[in-house]
């Protein structure tokens, strides 16, 4: 007689001891546990998320292999093993202290066996515990759908000027008085030009920016405006989503002048890590080699040579960067020349703050 409730336990739908969740559910779990690899995680997870990997990067390549060229039997035996291994060893460690009501929400690529394993041992433990339904999978495509349809709903006033009105310190002044802000080169890890790149700091997997971007599109209060900069397309190697990108094109316009002497001195300022490397600006410079001409181009190296750092950087504005912008801001912003002006005689954070209080937070 004691064998029979294990025997019928055996008998039973593995997900009878665990429920399925939708996206639309995340938030009421207590943790939202990602079983896929290291790999997998750091490209791109739900936020809050930890990576207890069931198979590490190493384990799943070791199965795959096994899979092609022995068999699918000897790959389920070997991933079986080292799956109970590593759910063990989660539960030794990450799990221990966890209480009998604990909620936790288990999801792998597509809501498939391996986190169907954890979901299956930790709901016999007793606890409350769901499987992402289409896993990390159908998460992605909630992204993009969102991504797609909740930009239309934002009142966003766009800050324009030329390459070093200071833009950014503007918009983070604007963020510590109150106002709502997109910062899109912050979550891109770039600056948005060819000398955007950011020294020591790799700029995310596009998945990992669309997953920050609609995080903080959704924590937006769409009756109150938010104020974001002017873009290209491409953020570094980030591509904005088509419907953000048509929205900004379409929104109220605030342009910001700055003097050219001031713009200069921000910029040495600003990009004082490419003045102490001249090797790498002028291997950065020479992505302009289609732009302007060879002549061009070996002046500018002449003065990177030289150490007249503030005269390469007056030319790049009067010769590249201005005339770039100005043609791409009259062509896709239809609302520039009704646009409000903010003449800024510095960029100090004083200044910028002030400017930022002055600035209505609902209108």
């Known amino acids: 007689m004691a064998e029979r409730p294990l025997s019928a336990a055996i008998r039973q739908p593995a997900t009878m001891f665990f429920k399925l969740a939708q996206v639309a559910q995340i938030s009421e779990f207590d943790d939202i546990i990602d079983v896929r690899s290291p790999t997998e995680f750091a490209e791109d997870h739900i936020p809050g998320a930890v990576n207890c990997p069931v198979l590490d990067d190493e384990e799943r390549i070791r199965v795959g292999t096994l899979y092609k060229q022995v068999s699918p039997f000897e790959a389920r035996k070997l991933g079986a093993a080292l799956v109970a291994r590593n759910i063990a060893h989660h539960l030794d460690s990450t799990f221990h202290d966890r209480s009998k009501s604990w909620k936790p929400l288990i999801y792998c690529w597509r809501g498939g066996q391996r986190s169907g394993s954890m979901a299956l041992i930790f709901g016999q433990i007793g606890w409350s515990t769901a499987q992402l339904e289409g896993g990390y999978k159908n998460y992605r495509r909630q992204v993009l759908e969102d991504l797609d349809t909740l930009p239309h709903t934002l ?33 891109a890890a770039h600056r948005g030009s060819v000398l955007g790149r950011l020294p020591d700091q790799p700029q ?27 873009e290209s397309k491409k953020i570094g190697m980030i591509a904005l989503p088509d419907s953000l990108f048509a929205r900004m ?10 003097p ?6 921000f910029l040495l300022e600003d990009y004082d890590f490419y003045l102490r490397d001249g090797d790498m600006l002028q291997q950065q ?3 302009l080699r289609n732009v302007h001409s060879r002549e061009q181009l ?3 190296f002449g003065m990177i040579r030289a150490g007249r750092h503030a005269q390469l950087v007056e030319e790049l504005l009067v010769r590249h960067y201005d005339p770039l912008y100005h043609r791409s ?12 002006q903010l003449a800024l005689p510095g960029l100090a954070p004083s200044l910028l703050d002030s400017v930022a209080a002055s600035l209505p937070l609902d209108s």
């Open 155 to 187: 009142r966003l006033k766009v800050l324009c000027g030329p390459t070093g009105s200071g833009k950014s310190r503007l918009l983070h002044a604007l963020a510590r008085n109150g106002h709502q802000v997109l910062d899109l080169e912050g979550m």
């Open 204 to 230: 995310p997997s596009q998945k990992w920016f669309d997953t920050q971007l609609r995080q903080a599109i959704t924590a937006l209060d769409p009756a109150r405006p938010v104020y974001i900069e002017s």
């Open 249 to 258: 094109h379409e929104s109220e316009c605030l342009l910001v002048d700055v």
């Open 260 to 265: 050219l002497a001031e713009r200069v001195r």
């Open 285 to 287: 410079l020479g992505f």
């Open 298 to 300: 070996e002046a500018w």
């Open 329 to 340: 801001m009259t062509r896709h912003y239809t609302h520039l020349q009704h646009s409000q």
